[in-house]
């Protein structure tokens, strides 16, 4: 629980290995959360040689973690291993598996794996990132690992042991996302009330003042995540959906 | 690492409730898990009241937890809540947040939420199960729990302490599932290696038997996740993401 409740993303790492008993350990745990049907549709990729970091590091837009973590993992969905043990069960071919509906049972059991992972990981003593950069530029990464049709890259966590140790992040107040027997929708006071504590952090005001902004959101709306790269990386991230197999 | 490597799906549970205390308890640990952005895109809905579990059980087809289970919770992806804020923030309301990205982006932020929240909460003495039908009946279940757009369930789990010990589940070797530097395909031989295991359980050989079929693929791909069901659900589910507001 005090694990959980002091989970902090780490960016710098000690220059030091993980061994490959430890990966395996952490792998283990991940395969023990539970998914659907038990069919086990996920793969991770563990990139350790430093020259295939620097090549999927523009891929995570260059961000120094990807290069400086001992190791890198990838983890994806992956129907193409249990559709190949079908395949070779069946006289029939087509199972109905490459469609939206097993595209989102994948992601939703790579991220059980994917978060068990961390769990263990960060229990072993070592610090994790998270990096959603991996859907924004899947076409790249699936090039760069060789994934094969109905393989998909989720998520890229870097690992390695802490060289940091930086403050919680805020949170919103936790009535803010619980709702009882239905979804009570938000008035404007209560928005507003939702996101003052994290508007009035320094860190905010300063993001703020930096990008000449007007208010927090505008960080977001206008610098962050903006209208014009939520949809080239949403029309981009569909069209390699699609590329991979999936009728979407 | 012990509470992950023994987590088993808990279906049956005691007469008991859960005290508010550890309900909030264990939604605090979800939402310490990482997320895009800190954008936290995500909210959970708890039921409790019997009235509504019986309402939303044939959502799940019908399967005995979820009116069995003191508390079950509904994993809902919610860009509803940050675009009220941006709204709030901002002349212009459409910032493109509506599409296949940010409903990726919501579905693997939710599964975080939802893993972190079952280990803690099995950590606490309770046993959790996955359901998931979320998606499968997302359309009735939204209606049942009054989902505004740019919210979309999950997954749904139910909580409860536990009644059973059931056996841990079968997992493929761990070779099936780690790729070092590139994906490497599998041969027909490693297939059949990887699931010989599965394949030769008691239970397995039973469930071919029962449904009169020739290996435990058929059983998958004839049965349980049959090539008509999937395209339906899929289809269906497409349906429901394009009138929940996302764009795909």
Redesign the interface.
């Known amino acids: 629980?005090e694990l959980?409740?002091?989970?902090k993303?780490i960016r710098k790492y000690k220059d030091k290995d993980i061994s490959e008993e430890i990966i395996?350990?952490i792998?283990?745990?991940g395969?023990?959360?539970?998914n659907?049907?038990?069919?086990?549709i996920?793969?991770?990729?563990?990139?350790?040689?430093q020259s295939?970091k620097e090549k999927i590091a523009p891929m995570h837009f260059n961000q120094p973690m990807v290069t400086e973590a001992p190791v890198v993992l990838t983890v994806?969905l992956?129907i193409?291993?249990f559709k190949?043990?079908?395949d070779?069960?069946?006289a029939?071919h087509?199972?109905?598996?490459d469609?939206?509906?097993?595209f989102?049972?994948g992601?939703?059991d790579s991220?059980?794996f994917?978060?068990?992972l961390?769990?263990?990981a960060e229990?072993?003593g070592l610090g994790?990132?998270?990096l959603?950069t991996a859907?924004?530029n899947a076409e790249e990464i699936i090039e760069a690992?060789?994934?094969?049709r109905g393989?998909f890259p989720?998520?890229t966590i870097t690992v390695g042991y802490p060289d940091e140790d930086p403050e919680l992040?805020?949170?919103?107040p936790?009535e803010?996302?619980?709702?009882?027997?239905?979804?009570s929708?938000?008035s404007?006071a209560e928005?507003?009330h939702?996101?003052k504590y994290k508007e009035s952090l320094g860190s905010s005001k300063k993001f703020v003042a930096e990008n000449n902004k007007?208010?927090?959101?505008?960080v977001?709306?206008d610098v962050?995540?903006?209208?014009?790269?939520?949809?080239f990386?949403?029309e981009k991230?569909?069209q390699t959906?699609r590329n991979q197999g999936f009728?979407?």
Chains 1, 2 share one sequence.
């Not at 087509?94 to 598996?97: K, Q, S």
């Not at 690992?145 to 094969?148: A, D, I, K, R």
């Not at 962050?224 to 949809?231: I, M, V």
């Open positions: 629980m959980l409740l002091n989970h993303s395996e350990k792998v283990e745990c395969t023990r959360a539970s659907t049907g038990n069919m086990q996920y793969s991770v990729i563990v990139t350790k040689e295939n994806c992956d193409n291993r190949k043990w079908c070779l069960n069946s029939v087509d199972h109905g598996y469609n939206v509906l097993w989102v049972n992601v939703i991220m059980l994917a978060q068990n961390c769990v263990a229990n072993e994790i990132c998270y959603g859907i924004y690992l060789s994934l094969p393989v989720v998520t992040v805020d949170r919103i936790l803010g996302i619980l709702h009882h027997e239905i979804y929708d938000y404007d928005i507003k939702l996101y007007e208010n927090l959101a505008q977001f709306t962050r995540y903006k209208k014009a790269d939520n949809l990386f949403s991230l569909l959906i009728d979407i």
